[in-house]
């Protein structure tokens, strides 16, 4: 299975831009689909999370908490992560990742996703 991320571009400060994840395979059913995202010299941070098909529970980091949202189109089999007031410290290469089984404890730990797509960058320009 392969998780085809899209989305990523360059935004102005308070700007908004959209990304887009959709698995290869429209049986793929993980426990969660979260976004991750890595800066030039940092760890890489999670971002947000969303239980697949299940409800959709949803996770976000602290730094993206009441700008950024994440939502899944069950139809289309694809997740979403909307950022909004975007800032220049949200410049990064964004990631897509599924987790097959996770607990809820784990589900920012980047070693509980086991599928990852490519990244998408996304600049933020002051």
């Known amino acids: 299975v392969q998780l085809q991320a899209s989305g990523g571009g360059l935004a102005q400060a308070g700007g908004s831009l959209r990304l887009s994840c959709a698995p290869s395979?429209?049986?793929?059913?993980?426990?969660?689909i979260a976004w991750f995202r890595q800066a030039p010299g940092k760890e890489r941070e999670f971002v947000a999370g969303?239980?697949?098909?299940?409800?959709?529970?949803?996770y976000y980091g602290d730094s993206v908490k009441g700008r950024f949202t994440i939502s899944t189109d069950n139809a289309k089999n694809t997740v979403y992560l909307q950022m909004n007031s975007l800032r220049p410290e949200d410049t990064a290469v964004y990631y897509c990742?599924?987790?097959?089984?996770?607990?809820?404890?784990?589900?920012?730990?980047?070693?509980?996703?086991?599928?990852w797509g490519q990244g998408t960058q996304v600049t933020v320009s002051s």
């Open positions: 395979d429209r049986t793929f059913s993980p426990r969660v």
């Open positions: 969303i239980r697949w098909r299940s409800g959709g529970t949803t």
């Open positions: 990742a599924a987790a097959p089984g996770v607990i809820t404890s784990q589900t920012m730990n980047d070693r509980a996703y086991s599928y």
